[in-house]
């Protein structure tokens, strides 16, 4: 299973992702910003999948934390979540995007 860094300002919709993912076998470390995020990737670079809002408060938003992460860990997979159309950003073919609300299934589907 993979080692995922979770990504979302939104309490619940951070505590429902964690549990979806945590009880599909990964472990998974939560953050509620991307500034918090970039700190934690900064301390442990053994991430195997960034899973980030784009829109969130802080200093950087969900782009510049993938760009940030992939300089840090270039082999990180990344998957986006938004409730935006808001792909201006999305750089790599091998990127996801989930549009929120989304199911669990989606999600699991994107981390195949």
Known sequence: MAKILLVEDEMLVRELAFEDLTD???EVTAAGSGDEALAILRG?????????????????DGWQ????????IP?????????????AG????????????YRKDDL?????
């Open 24 to 26: 599909a076998g990964h």
């Open 44 to 60: 442990d670079q053994g991430y195997d999948v960034l899973f980030t809002d784009i829109r969130m408060p802080g200093e950087i």
């Open 65 to 72: 934390l993938a760009d940030e992460a992939r300089e840090l």
């Open 75 to 87: 082999a990180l997979k990344i998957i986006f979540a938004t409730g935006l159309n808001d792909d």
């Open 90 to 101: 999305w750089k790599k073919p091998e990127d996801r995007m989930l549009a929120k609300p």
């Open 108 to 112: 699991l589907k994107a981390l195949a």
